[in-house]
């Protein structure tokens, strides 16, 4: 069993500032891909931004430019800085991964438990 703790989300002004992080723990042999995905009221969720193993990046359109995904492959964990807020970033924040477990190796997918992002106009 793989668990995500999501740390980071909060309340800001628009123009400002978050950076969210989530660990991932438990029975992982290895972590291909992990990223964040958002989910305002009324709407599917959606991608925000994913990053692999390699480094190689993906962003949502409306977040590129502004927000930024890294990741520590030694700790397990993947961060989200968030810059240049905007009231439509507004949502509840998803940590995702993919990854491939102990002790079969068998591809598995795990979600966070979601941590809220307000920005105020």
């Known amino acids: 069993q793989v668990q995500l703790v999501e740390s980071g989300g909060g309340l800001v002004q628009a123009g400002g500032s978050l950076r969210l992080s989530c660990a991932a723990s438990?029975?992982?042999?290895?972590?291909?891909?992990m990223g964040w995905y958002r989910q305002a009221p009324g709407n599917q969720r959606e991608l925000v931004a994913i990053?692999?193993?390699?480094?190689?990046?993906n962003y949502a359109g409306s977040v590129k430019g502004r927000f930024t995904i890294s990741r520590d492959n030694a700790k397990n964990t993947v961060n989200l800085q968030m810059n240049s807020l905007k009231p439509e970033d507004t949502a509840v924040y998803y940590c995702h991964t993919q990854v491939r477990s102990l002790p079969l190796r068998d591809v598995s997918t795990y979600w966070g438990q979601g941590t809220q992002v307000t920005v105020s106009s």
């Open positions: 990053i692999t193993s390699g480094g190689s990046t």
């Open positions: 438990g029975s992982i042999f290895s972590i291909n891909l």
